[in-house]
């Protein structure tokens, strides 16, 4: 069964920066594309930045040029770079893969951000 494990959120300041981790189990890693999604309180689940298979990326425009999402086949393993943080990035963050909706979430990983 497909699994996504969410690690590496926490407090950090304005300004700050984060890195996110996702790891991947129970699926063809490498042949598919992710994405990086978040939810804040109150606000429903949305995407942020997605991979394809072949490394191409894209950004949603609040994140754009600040987030940089990567993926490592090798290590089964997804992750997000975040700089510049601002308060507005506060949400739980979780991955799967894109064009999935049947595949489950994770517990997902809390990013604080404030001052």
């Known amino acids: 069964q497909v699994q996504f494990v969410e690690s590496g959120g926490g407090l950090v300041q304005p300004g700050g920066s984060l890195r996110l981790s996702c790891a991947a189990s129970?699926?063809?890693?490498?042949?598919?594309?992710m994405g990086w999604y978040r939810q804040a309180p109150g606000k429903q689940r949305v995407l942020v930045a997605s991979i394809t298979s072949g490394g191409s990326t894209n950004y949603a425009d609040s994140v754009e040029g600040r987030f940089t999402i990567s993926r490592d086949n090798a290590k089964r393993t997804l992750y997000l770079q975040m700089n510049s943080l601002k308060p507005e990035d506060t949400a739980v963050y979780y991955c799967?893969?894109?064009?999935?909706?049947?595949?489950?979430w994770g517990q997902g990983t809390q990013v604080t951000v404030s001052s």
């Open positions: 129970g699926t063809y890693f490498r042949g598919f594309a």
């Open positions: 799967k893969r894109s064009n999935f909706p049947s595949d489950p």
